[in-house]
């Protein structure tokens, strides 16, 4: 009998795993799970778009479309995930905070029942910051693209 000695390495984080390592809450929070996580690499957040959300109450009435702006913060939020699970930071003292975006653009409207799958991959890392590279698709069509930094700051213990 031969012994299967191979470490298996878990990539998808869930839900509890994303509130234990970055502080958003409903409704800001914009990830609803995490898949195929490298280390300091990339990582691709999950969003189920749903028609509570409270954003579409008046963006737009009889038109509903996500804000570009949260679609950007969602991949912001991925960002985070994968920087926290990467450098295991102790978020009891730390946060980690977005710093710039640049070269965002906006392609296909995310609506109600869409599930934006956002494709964040790091392009550089020094120390406590990262930059990103972020792509929101929704199906095979690009919602968003952008580049972000973030950076782990020192805040205290939470109260």
């Not at 690499?41 to 804000?67: L, R």
């Not at 653009?105 to 956002?118: E, L, N, Q």
């Not at 550089?124 to 690009?142: C, L, N, P, T, Y």
């Amino acid at each position: 009998m031969t012994e299967n000695t191979e470490q298996t390495v878990r990539t998808d984080i869930d839900i509890a795993e994303i509130l234990a390592r970055i502080p958003h809450r409903y409704p800001f929070l914009l990830v609803d799970r995490a898949e195929d996580y490298q280390a300091h690499k990339s990582i691709v957040g999950i969003k189920c778009v749903t028609v509570n959300e409270p954003f579409f109450q008046g963006h737009f009435p009889g038109n509903p479309v996500m804000p570009g702006v949260l679609i950007i913060e969602a991949l912001a939020q991925t960002g985070a995930v994968l920087m926290s699970k990467s450098l295991e930071v102790d978020t009891e003292g730390k946060t980690i905070f977005f710093m710039s975006v640049d070269n965002a653009r906006f392609r296909t409207p995310v609506r109600p029942g869409d599930v934006i799958r956002m494709e964040v991959e790091v392009l550089r890392a020094r120390s406590s910051i990262f930059k990103f590279k972020g792509v929101a698709k929704v199906g095979d069509k690009v919602a968003a693209e952008v580049e972000f930094a973030a950076m782990v700051v020192e805040t205290g213990p939470k109260a």
